[in-house]
């Protein structure tokens, strides 16, 4: 019988609290800002070390739950995952599993449209003055700025994401933004032709935005992501690397 039991594994204490926290946090018990109970509260609360009440914080730091402030008003607050970890954690993923440009074409290509046609639905003026602002940037580094260019471009593509309001396709089409930025950095791509074919595309997927016109927006954008994912992946190949 003793042999059937197999491994008990026990959690860490640090774990145990990090995860009661956890759940208080995404209750709403402790909302954004709102200050943690400090360490030593927490130690005569729990009845843990210091040590591992330091590494449950540390645990939910990582996560992006809480801030730590040092000093004499510091603590431990009350904070909400950004789109920055989220995309940290995207990239690591893809990187760490050697995810091929063709694959990162298919996210690109599943999102993007989306992304594009929710913006024309829920765009603001702020939005657009955004969108119009990087517009000009792009088109004058498209002149002579090629690395400009790349980082402009994806610039625009996260704030069409912004624009779209949808909290998780921002923060996910920001992660394939950066992916593609990094990816389109190979020499040869950003060609006279690309940056033309850039330029033209974005200003009608933009005047469709602005038209608030979700469906040309979206077909639009589908357009863009394919030639320009052919464009990419042909560069790619030319480099002797293996975009598949």
Same mark, same amino acid.
């Given at each position: 019988?003793l042999?059937?039991?197999?491994?008990?594994?026990?959690?860490?204490?640090?774990?145990?609290?990090?995860?009661?926290?956890?759940?208080?946090?995404?209750s709403?018990?402790?909302p954004?800002g709102?200050?943690?109970?400090?360490?030593?509260?927490?130690?005569?609360?729990?009845?843990l070390s210091?040590g591992?009440?330091?590494?449950?914080l540390?645990?939910?730091?990582?996560?992006g739950l809480?801030?730590?402030?040092?000093?004499?008003?510091?603590? @431990?607050?009350?904070?909400?995952?950004?789109?920055?970890?989220?995309i940290?954690? !995207?990239?690591?993923?893809? +990187?760490?599993? @050697? !995810?091929?440009l @063709?694959?990162?074409?298919?996210?690109r290509?599943?999102?993007?449209?989306?992304?594009?046609?929710?913006?024309a639905?829920?765009?603001? #003026? #702020?939005?657009?003055?955004?969108?119009?602002s990087?517009s000009?940037?792009?088109?004058?580094?498209?002149?002579?700025?090629?690395?400009?260019?790349l980082?402009?471009?994806?610039?625009?593509?996260?704030?069409?994401?912004?624009?779209?309001?949808? #909290?998780?396709?921002?923060?996910f089409?920001?992660?394939?933004s950066?992916?593609?930025?990094?990816?389109?950095?190979?020499?040869?791509?950003?060609?006279?032709?690309?940056?033309?074919?850039?330029?033209?595309?974005?200003?009608?997927?933009?005047?469709?935005?602005?038209?608030r016109?979700?469906?040309?927006?979206?077909?639009?954008a589908?357009?863009?992501?394919?030639?320009?994912?052919?464009?990419?992946?042909?560069?790619? +190949?030319?480099?002797?690397?293996t975009?598949?």
């Amino acid at each position: 019988m003793l042999a059937d039991l197999g491994t008990v594994k026990v959690p860490k204490s640090c774990e145990v609290l990090a995860d009661r926290l956890q759940e208080q946090i995404l209750s709403g018990a402790h909302p954004p800002g709102t200050a943690l109970p400090t360490e030593r509260e927490l130690v005569a609360g729990t009845g843990l070390s210091r040590g591992s009440v330091r590494e449950a914080l540390r645990i939910l730091e990582a996560k992006g739950l809480v801030e730590t402030r040092a000093g004499r008003y510091g603590g @431990s607050v009350v904070a909400r995952p950004t789109d920055a970890q989220l995309i940290s954690h !995207i990239s690591l993923f893809a +990187k760490g599993r @050697s !995810i091929p440009l @063709s694959k990162l074409v298919e996210a690109r290509h599943a999102v993007g449209p989306m992304v594009a046609y929710l913006a024309a639905r829920h765009r603001t #003026d #702020d939005d657009l003055e955004a969108l119009h602002s990087i517009s000009v940037r792009l088109e004058e580094a498209a002149r002579n700025d090629v690395p400009r260019f790349l980082e402009e471009n994806a610039n625009w593509h996260s704030a069409i994401a912004v624009a779209c309001h949808n #909290d998780l396709l921002r923060a996910f089409s920001g992660s394939i933004s950066d992916l593609m930025l990094e990816a389109s950095r190979i020499e040869n791509f950003a060609s006279d032709e690309v940056r033309e074919l850039v330029i033209k595309a974005h200003r009608r997927i933009l005047q469709a935005i602005e038209a608030r016109d979700a469906e040309t927006a979206r077909r639009r954008a589908e357009k863009d992501i394919e030639a320009y994912a052919k464009y990419l992946e042909a560069a790619v +190949k030319a480099a002797g690397k293996t975009p598949a």
